[in-house]
């Protein structure tokens, strides 16, 4: 294949009689050929056309097509994923024209399918497309909404950063698919003893733990109720009431706040019983194998593009339990986080130049304490949580209107995001991702209430639900874009990664599988954090690769801003409880 006809695209999907098919395209978007290859086939073509070509692979849903390659030891530089990109331009407020968008595919396809642990066979791309709420993985199909996804974005009114909106998100959801190939290594042996020094001994199945058990003997003793079902809600709170702790429920921020025997035995079984049902055991069984951990992350499963996790609660590991992510002998654990991502977004995205000085090189909330608008570093942080969120009462209401007086550009920004939102209308981050329009009865209740005959008190639901969706649009602007920046860095550092040369006698991440067990490669994120998984000997490399990185995406998507985002990284052999 000679250089004038490599392939700009190479659109993959199902073929006849149980084959894939694959189209490649200039970069006009006209066919140049096609083949379709039987599924033992399918591997080896797409590693030749990568060495050869590295077009960019467009398919329906990459964990269908994605997770098969890799178990082959295949990777891919670029994808194009149709239905990740499909949910965007549906919404985009950029998209000058987007009904073509809406109605390419027969049904709405923002929900990911229910099982992303493994690529589907062919036989079962009918089941899957079912899952996914109707996308088409036949190749005609395909390539008729890849032309659709061109007409939206070539047309749009910043086409600029929607393309890169629409690449960060393709190369997320590449890389959601590679860390659970890869896996998070993880130490049973450590995860056992954090779990017998809170519950004790593993018990027998059906069991509680025997200080679990203890904890609740306590509890039942103080409130003088020896049968007590502590784990049912409307049993606890009728003891509770019995006792005179007058609570309205269970949670363990209102039951805080009294002074009883039974609070803190109460709160320590909470803390126990989280523990057991989140990540007690039969979550080692159900997720640890061969000491890796592989949650399943879900690229744009929020609606400010945000991850979320179907299943493994990969987003919502305790801190006591981050000492049993544990390298492998000889590798390394290269951790990196943000400091203050997303009050750093927003200032790069209002050009508020005092909020970018009073980050600049350290700390931005004791960079707002040095600059004399508040006292503490508490005050600080909750004054910019409270701006970012619409915290309008106690130190947040307090601290608020001092940042709207020293950062005006920054506050601007989020007060008309949230005065848009109470409007009704639609918000959009710094790349193009628009917020969903309110639903019909959001609508229809808000023109209810200003009409003559309003019913008492409608007025006022009213205006609490408009207050509501404001704070929706206020925060959604800034974690949406802070998602985008953190989809930059994690692409760019995948790219430097994997320039990585392979380690001689490192077989011994073979947890890993075939495409990561010799080089450094990402492991873990969550929001602002990453951890890759490195050989000892590539651990510095790793760490100036993420450094560069982050230095990209900012300069990527804020050229020219003063603000910096600075990381707090570590090389360690077991990640620390933070």
């Known amino acids: 294949m000679t250089s004038s006809t490599h392939p700009a695209w190479c659109v993959v999907g199902r073929g006849a009689e149980g084959r894939t098919a694959l189209v490649d395209l200039d970069a006009r978007g006209e066919r140049l050929s096609s083949l379709e290859v039987g599924p033992a086939e399918l591997a080896s073509v797409v590693s030749r056309r990568e060495a050869e070509a590295r077009p960019r692979w467009v398919w329906s849903d990459t964990p269908t097509w994605y997770a098969r390659l890799l178990a082959a030891g295949v990777t891919v530089s670029r994808c194009?994923?149709?239905?990740?990109?499909?949910?965007?331009?549906?919404?985009?407020?950029?998209?000058?024209?987007?009904?073509?968008?809406?109605?390419?595919?027969?049904?709405?396809?923002?929900?990911?399918?229910?099982?992303?642990?493994?690529?589907?066979?062919?036989?079962?791309?009918?089941?899957?497309?079912?899952?996914?709420?109707?996308?088409?993985?036949?190749?005609?199909?395909?390539?008729?909404?890849?032309?659709?996804?061109?007409?939206?974005?070539?047309?749009?009114?910043?086409?600029?950063?929607?393309?890169?909106?629409?690449?960060?998100?393709?190369?997320?959801?590449?890389?959601?698919?590679?860390?659970?190939?890869?896996?998070?290594?993880?130490?049973?042996?450590?995860?056992?003893?954090?779990?017998?020094?809170?519950?004790?001994?593993?018990p027998s199945p059906g069991q509680t733990p025997p200080q679990m058990a203890q904890t609740a003997a306590e509890v039942r003793t103080a409130?003088?109720?020896?049968?007590?079902?502590?784990?049912?809600?409307?049993?606890?709170?009728?003891?509770?009431?019995?006792?005179?702790?007058?609570?309205?429920?269970?949670?363990?921020?209102?039951?805080?706040?009294?002074?009883?025997?039974?609070?803190?035995?109460?709160?320590?079984?909470?803390?126990q019983s989280r523990l057991l049902t989140a990540n007690g055991w039969a979550w080692i069984d159900e997720w640890v194998h061969e000491g890796r951990y592989r949650p399943v992350y879900v690229p744009g499963g929020v609606v400010t593009g945000r991850w979320a996790s179907s299943g493994g609660g990969a987003l919502q590991i305790p801190r006591q339990l981050r000492p049993a992510l544990r390298a492998d002998d000889g590798w390394r654990l290269v951790?990196?986080?943000?400091?203050?991502?997303?009050?750093?977004?927003?200032?790069?995205?209002?050009?508020?130049?005092?909020?970018?000085?009073?980050?600049?090189?350290?700390?931005?909330?004791?960079?707002?304490?040095?600059?004399?608008?508040?006292?503490?570093?508490?005050?600080?942080?909750?004054?910019?949580?409270?701006?970012?969120?619409?915290?309008?009462?106690?130190?947040?209401?307090?601290?608020?209107?001092?940042?709207?007086?020293?950062?005006?550009?920054?506050?601007?920004?989020?007060?008309?995001?949230?005065?848009?939102?109470?409007?009704?209308g639609t918000v959009s981050t710094w790349l193009g991702?628009?917020?969903?329009?309110?639903?019909?009865?959001?609508?229809?209740?808000?023109?209810?209430?200003?009409?003559?005959?309003?019913?008492?008190?409608?007025?006022?639901?009213?205006?609490?639900?408009?207050?509501?969706?404001?704070?929706?649009?206020?925060?959604?602007v800034v974690q949406g874009t802070a998602a985008e920046w953190a989809?930059?860095?994690?692409?760019?550092?995948?790219?430097?990664?994997?320039?990585?040369?392979p380690v001689p006698g490192t077989d011994a991440a073979h947890a890993s599988g075939p495409v990561f067990a010799r080089r450094a490669h990402l492991a873990f994120f969550l929001h602002d954090e990453v951890i890759v998984h490195a050989p000892a000997a590539q651990a510095d490399a790793a760490a100036d690769a993420i450094r560069a990185a982050a230095e990209a995406a900012g300069s990527l998507l804020f050229p020219g801003s003063p603000v910096d985002f600075p990381l707090d990284l570590t090389i360690t052999e077991r990640s620390p409880a933070k």
Do not use: C
């Open 80 to 202: 194009h994923d149709l239905r990740l990109i499909h949910a965007i331009l549906r919404h985009s407020q950029l998209v000058r024209d987007g009904g073509a968008i809406r109605d390419a595919w027969d049904t709405p396809i923002d929900q990911p399918p229910e099982d992303r642990s493994a690529g589907a066979t062919l036989f079962d791309l009918d089941a899957s497309s079912a899952r996914t709420g109707g996308v088409p993985h036949d190749i005609e199909a395909a390539l008729a909404e890849l032309a659709h996804h061109r007409v939206a974005i070539d047309g749009a009114e910043d086409r600029g950063r929607l393309r890169l909106l629409v690449a960060a998100e393709s190369a997320g959801a590449l890389i959601a698919a590679e860390l659970h190939a890869a896996g998070i290594p993880w130490d049973v042996a450590e995860h056992d003893r954090i779990l017998a020094a809170s519950l004790g001994p593993r």
């Open 223 to 271: 409130l003088g109720d020896p049968q007590l079902s502590i784990d049912s809600p409307p049993r606890l709170l009728r003891a509770l009431h019995r006792a005179e702790i007058d609570v309205e429920s269970t949670s363990q921020w209102e039951l805080a706040s009294y002074d009883h025997p039974a609070i803190e035995p109460l709160l320590r079984y909470k803390k």
């Open 335 to 424: 951790s990196a986080d943000v400091a203050q991502l997303e009050p750093r977004v927003l200032a790069a995205m209002s050009g508020d130049r005092a909020m970018a000085t009073a980050g600049a090189g350290k700390d931005l909330y004791s960079g707002i304490v040095d600059a004399g608008i508040v006292a503490t570093r508490q005050e600080a942080k909750v004054g910019v949580l409270g701006a970012l969120y619409g915290g309008t009462t106690g130190d947040s209401g307090r601290v608020v209107p001092r940042l709207r007086q020293n950062f005006p550009d920054a506050m601007r920004l989020v007060d008309g995001a949230a005065a848009t939102g109470e409007r009704g």
């Open 433 to 476: 991702r628009s917020s969903p329009a309110p639903e019909a009865a959001w609508t229809q209740n808000q023109t209810s209430a200003n009409l003559p005959d309003a019913v008492p008190g409608e007025q006022e639901r009213a205006r609490r639900s408009a207050r509501d969706r404001g704070r929706f649009t206020r925060n959604f």
């Open 487 to 501: 989809l930059s860095w994690l692409a760019a550092l995948r790219l430097a990664l994997a320039g990585f040369d």
